[in-house]
């Protein structure tokens, strides 16, 4: 693997990073600031002005490997960038490489039809409308996603679909119109074949949001994850992805690239802890010492540094890994990152608010609403227990018979 970026990606990282400076911190309060007045669950015209300007310069939708709608990148090239706009919760959205459009977009690229892409697919990759992912549900224990309850029974030229699912991220969002379901179609069928995912317009009949879901008391608003009921939710039997039963086939497609630009991005956020820890320990003193010289902060400061690169490191192999030998290759690599990266960026998030005092977890910086999008990502994208098992299995059969 080589560990240089072409001249093409570190123009882009020039870029993006001249963009976060002189466009995205500055409008973080902005941006709270809009959220926070009248209806929270309205986009905010600081975002969209973003967005225009992220357009007119030529930054948008950076990700999509292996397709011309995107900018061409690999999973390597891509994930410097990704780390870069992780440094702060709105910039992701601003350049349209923001989940769960992002994997949702790539499935549409692989799996959906001419018919899909161009209702779809299309008004996504300019912005105009968003989009949600309904696969945990409730009343079951998702880490095991074959446990999925939730029905679409073909009927004629239909599916009639009825079932909850909760968890379901940018549901709240005026702008998402479109859910990709993932549910149960074959009861009968073997264990990974009997599930499929289906596109079910948000404005069908029989669709309610129940509830916006608070994470640690942050509401995400305005995209926010809901709670979603389906009573008798009718749609066409052509808006099934694939083919019936090709729900997991679809999964590990998308889940891959996914997960690894959440661990792209993770990296980012505990890189501006970091920074933050920094600035905070030179600038603050105690007992006749600046911070960085008591308490054994220094010696945080150096472990925040090493794990971090440590991370990034990891990640960019399992990116590699992703470009050169495909997902099914890398699935030890892609389940490691998901567990080291959001571990990680907790760790040195949590120092930096050690550090901070009561500051830390205040709305004065953002490390309290970084700690609590990091703790729920240590499930949100398959629990550590379930990636761990998959790592270990990898690695106990490099030493098993071949038979067995």
């Known amino acids: ?78 994930a410097p960038l990704a780390e870069i706009m992780g440094r702060s919760l709105i910039a992701s959205e601003v350049f349209n490489c923001s989940a769960p459009d992002t994997g949702n977009m790539e499935v549409l690229v692989r799996y959906g039809t001419e018919e899909h892409k161009k209702q779809w697919l299309e008004p996504l990759l300019k912005g105009e409308i968003r989009s949600c992912f309904g696969m945990t549900e409730p009343g079951v224990a998702s880490s095991d996603a074959t446990n999925m309850e939730a029905r679409a029974v073909r009927d004629g030229d239909e599916w009639v679909i009825n079932g909850r699912k909760w968890w379901t991220s940018g549901a709240n969002d005026p702008r998402c119109k479109i859910m990709i379901f993932m549910g149960l179609t074959n009861p009968d069928a073997p264990r990974h074949q009997q599930h ?15 509830r916006h879901l608070p994470v640690f008391g942050y509401d995400d608003a305005p995209h926010g994850h809901a709670e979603i009921l389906l009573e008798n939710v009718r749609v066409p039997y052509s808006n099934v992805l694939l083919g019936e039963g090709r729900g997991f086939e679809i999964a590990q497609g998308r889940l891959g690239p996914g997960r690894i630009h959440h661990c792209m991005r993770a990296i980012g956020c505990a890189e501006r802890a970091l920074e933050l820890m920094c600035k905070r ?26 794990e971090i ?9 399992a990116a590699y890994m992703m470009d050169t030998v495909g997902n099914k290759f890398a699935k030890s690599e892609i389940a490691q990152i998901k567990v080291v990266a959001p571990n990680v960026a907790l760790q040195v998030i949590d120092r930096a608010i050690q550090l901070h005092g009561g500051a830390g977890v205040s709305e004065d910086f953002p490390l309290a609403y970084w700690y609590a999008m990091m703790r729920t ?19 106990l059969g490099k030493y098993m018979p071949a038979k067995a």
Do not use: C
Not at 196 to 210: A, E, F, Q, W, Y
Not at 292 to 299: M, Q, S, V, Y
Not at 309 to 314: E, F, I, K, S, W
Not at 377 to 395: Q, T
């Open 309 to 317: 690169d440590m991370a990034r490191l990891l990640t960019l192999k």
């Open 281 to 306: 320990s030179m600038t603050r003193t105690a007992f006749g010492k600046p911070l960085a010289r008591l308490g054994g902060n220094i010696d945080k400061i150096a472990d925040s540094r090493m």
């Open 1 to 78: 693997m080589h560990f240089d970026f072409s001249p093409k990606v570190k123009e882009l990282q020039a870029r993006v990073t001249a963009f976060m400076e002189e466009h995205i911190y500055p409008a973080e309060a902005v941006f709270m600031q809009q959220v926070a007045e009248g209806d929270r669950w309205q986009p905010t015209q600081i975002m969209e002005e973003l967005k225009d300007k992220a357009k007119a310069a030529g930054l948008w939708n950076l990700f999509l490997p292996e397709s011309e709608l995107g900018a061409g990148l690999t999973n390597v090239e891509y």
């Open 196 to 210: 499929s995912m289906i596109l079910v317009p948000m404005d069908t009949p029989g669709l309610k949001i129940l």
């Open 377 to 395: 990502l240590r499930f949100a994208d398959g629990p550590d227990e379930v990636h761990r098992m998959a790592i270990g299995k990898l690695e």
